[in-house]
């Protein structure tokens, strides 16, 4: 997450959506940026994964107009994005827990070292709808009555191509070449991790990305 006064934009970092780089580029233009949940408090409420509802409560409770604020963020076809996720929970298993604080950082390291590995459908099949890392954008981007709180959500597959002219609507000007190139990975080797009955659970799980999006397995990239 990263939040901009002078400039009037919160950008909501749904993850596995290329959210580290956009953060990066938008870090110079920002007043406030996420920390990871563990170091959330008083000082620093606002968590780098937070939800536009959980954002949207601490602008109230600052008297801050939510509304007055570009709000975006950035959406990825769900069957590569799932399997991106899948890394990264492995990855878990050998890095040191980065941005947690001290005790959570040790209780982490021990929980994915005590834990079996799990294979790619024992993962994609307990997936969790309100967990942080991998819920649907819908339940991400809109409150508990249904109301969108976001303004626009762009797409990673165009991130490159669409970012600086957005962004230029706010008065932050970025070259092509200032973002890092995203979205290359071979397409083969994403297919290759889904059987049928994985296939059907993504697109049962994230039906909202799929349908709003046009996202579909055949064209995942």
């Given at each position: 997450?990263?939040?901009?006064?002078g400039?009037?934009?919160?950008?909501l970092?749904?993850?596995?959506?290329a959210?580290?780089?956009?953060?990066?580029?938008?870090?110079p233009y920002?007043?406030?940026q996420?920390?990871h949940?563990?170091?959330?408090g008083?000082?620093?409420p606002?968590?780098?994964?937070m939800t536009?509802?959980?954002?949207?409560?601490?602008?109230?409770?600052?008297?801050?107009?939510?509304?007055?604020?570009?709000?975006f963020?950035?959406v990825?076809?769900p069957?590569?994005?799932?399997v991106?996720?899948?890394?990264?929970?492995?990855?878990m298993?050998?890095?040191?827990?980065?941005g947690?604080?001290?005790?959570?950082?040790?209780?982490?390291l021990?929980?994915?070292?005590?834990?079996?590995p799990?294979?790619?459908?024992?993962?994609?099949?307990?997936?969790?709808?309100?967990?942080g890392m991998t819920?649907p954008?819908?339940?991400?981007?809109?409150?508990?009555a249904?109301?969108c709180?976001?303004?626009?959500?762009l797409k990673?597959?165009?991130?490159?191509?669409e970012?600086?002219g957005?962004?230029?609507?706010?008065?932050i000007q970025?070259?092509?070449?200032?973002?890092p190139?995203?979205?290359s990975s071979?397409?083969r080797?994403y297919?290759?991790?889904?059987?049928s009955?994985?296939r059907?659970f993504v697109?049962?799980?994230?039906?909202?990305?799929?349908?709003?999006f046009?996202?579909?397995?055949?064209?995942m990239?």
């Amino acid at each position: 997450m990263r939040i901009s006064h002078g400039y009037h934009f919160v950008f909501l970092a749904y993850p596995r959506t290329a959210s580290k780089s956009v953060r990066a580029l938008l870090d110079p233009y920002s007043d406030i940026q996420g920390v990871h949940p563990t170091r959330t408090g008083r000082k620093h409420p606002f968590a780098q994964h937070m939800t536009a509802k959980e954002a949207k409560a601490i602008f109230d409770q600052n008297g801050w107009d939510w509304f007055s604020y570009r709000r975006f963020c950035f959406v990825r076809n769900p069957y590569t994005r799932v399997v991106s996720l899948y890394h990264h929970h492995r990855s878990m298993r050998t890095r040191r827990a980065p941005g947690f604080a001290p005790i959570p950082r040790i209780k982490a390291l021990v929980k994915y070292r005590l834990e079996r590995p799990k294979s790619f459908k024992e993962y994609v099949l307990t997936l969790e709808k309100h967990q942080g890392m991998t819920m649907p954008l819908y339940d991400f981007i809109h409150d508990d009555a249904g109301i969108c709180l976001v303004d626009d959500v762009l797409k990673f597959e165009e991130l490159t191509d669409e970012l600086p002219g957005y962004l230029s609507q706010l008065g932050i000007q970025i070259r092509h070449e200032d973002i890092p190139m995203v979205g290359s990975s071979d397409i083969r080797e994403y297919k290759s991790f889904y059987d049928s009955e994985t296939r059907g659970f993504v697109q049962s799980f994230y039906r909202y990305e799929l349908d709003r999006f046009g996202y579909s397995f055949e064209d995942m990239n």
